[in-house]
């Protein structure tokens, strides 16, 4: 069974950064696409940023354009999103999904 496991959140000011990593175990990241969401308190789950299946390309919501960086290390089985200059706008708990599993959460609270 396909498990995501997902660290990397806390607390941290505006302005700053946090890098979230997500562990898969029972398979690999190649031609699956993979993904970041995230759900903040009283608000539907939004997906953050993904990594194509063929081509691998990378796709971003408009809100974290130029401030979060998606990418994958395959030969860890871990994928990864840098998060720079974090807004209070995305606290909230992310979580990684692939290959139809999702990860458990892990919770980035954004101080103003």
């Known amino acids: 069974e396909a498990q995501l496991v997902e660290s990397g959140g806390g607390l941290v000011q505006a302005g700053g950064s946090l890098t979230l990593s997500c562990v898969a175990s029972?398979?690999?990241?190649?031609?699956?696409?993979i993904g970041w969401f995230r759900q903040a308190p009283g608000k539907e789950r939004e997906g953050v940023s993904c990594?194509?299946?063929?081509?691998?390309?990378?796709d971003y919501a408009d809100s974290v354009k130029g401030r979060f960086t998606i990418s994958s290390d395959n030969a860890k089985h871990t994928m990864y999103l840098e998060m720079n200059d974090l807004k209070a706008e995305d606290t909230a708990v992310y979580y990684c999904?692939?290959?139809?599993?999702w990860g458990q959460g892990t919770q980035v609270t954004v101080s103003s």
């Open positions: 029972g398979f690999t990241f190649d031609d699956y696409a």
């Open positions: 999904h692939a290959r139809g599993s």
């Open positions: 990594i194509s299946a063929i081509d691998r390309d990378t």
